[in-house]
């Protein structure tokens, strides 16, 4: 297949190729992550490396990441922007892979929280993270200088939903703590931007979901309604004015956590 795009190196041991799957859910596409040595100048066919989430089932993509030496294949969580192209890089590179859902999982084992992985001559630990799914992991890749790669928990611009009820806000606001308390890092998303500290977008998104429940109450009471009456679509407007019509799902899941975080309709 010719003219494979290649990955860029965002910095020492990391390249980032991004899928060509734009849409308001995945925002410029989906981030594909290779993990290697640091010591390493250059990311060349022969160098060996962790691949994080191999994205999409999009050939171009799947076949440029395949060109790589890739060792072993993580995964964030079970949307199919993040594992459709599982079986097919599988196939092309018969590297294991491994997620929380053993059906994700090809010739490898589920993760345990915390363990530490030794792969193509890094450490990468797994940090259970459920929220926007129950099943979400980020990971870190460790070294003196260590990196942060989040998934769709923490996103490079905007926010991310909540699959309730797969995902909860309680767990979600959990995971974001146990995200701060841990030491600041690069942190590299799913979808949108890298940043250069962690803490400030995680200390913007816990805030964030401070002010949508303080919104969601002050919709509650402007319309007088409690307990099992009330429903997303009561709030929608209320609470998400002017929102595009192709986000009202989403929207209306994220809501639907919110209720139940506050104890209404769970």
Do not use: W
Not at 37 to 57: K, Q
Not at 122 to 131: C, D, L, S
Not at 214 to 238: C, F, I, M, S, T
Request: glycine residues 8%; negative net charge; hydrophobic residues 40%.
């Amino acid at each position: 297949m010719a003219h494979l795009p290649l990955p860029t190196i965002i910095a020492p041991g990391v390249g980032l190729l991004r899928a060509e799957n734009p849409s308001e859910m995945t925002l410029d596409g989906t981030n594909s992550y290779l993990l290697f040595d640091p010591a390493c100048t250059e990311l060349t066919a022969r160098t060996p490396a962790v691949l994080i989430d191999p994205g999409p089932d999009l050939q171009a993509h799947l076949h440029a990441l395949a060109a790589f030496d890739i060792q072993l294949v993580l995964i964030t969580h079970r949307h199919a922007d993040h594992t459709g192209g599982i079986d097919t890089l599988h196939r092309l590179t018969g590297a294991p892979v491994r997620a929380r859902l053993e059906e994700h999982c090809r010739e490898a084992e589920i993760f345990e929280d915390l363990e530490v992985i030794e792969a193509a001559g890094i450490e990468v630990q797994v940090v259970f993270t459920p929220g926007h799914t129950s099943d979400s992991v980020c990971f870190i890749r460790r070294g003196e200088t260590s990196h942060l790669f989040t998934g769709d928990t923490v996103l490079g611009r905007g926010t991310t939903i909540l699959e309730h009820p797969d995902g909860t806000l309680a767990d979600y606001l959990a995971s974001l703590q146990r995200l701060l308390a841990m030491p600041d890092m690069a942190l590299h998303p799913a979808h949108g931007e890298q940043h250069e500290v962690s803490h400030p977008l995680l200390q913007t998104y816990l805030a964030h979901r401070e002010s949508r429940l303080d919104q969601v109450r002050v919709a509650l009471d402007k319309l007088g309604k409690a307990g099992a009456d009330v429903q997303p679509a009561h709030l929608l407007e209320l609470v998400y004015p002017g929102l595009d019509a192709r986000l009202a799902g989403a929207a209306s899941r994220s809501l639907e956590a919110q209720l139940h975080y506050l104890g209404l309709n769970p």
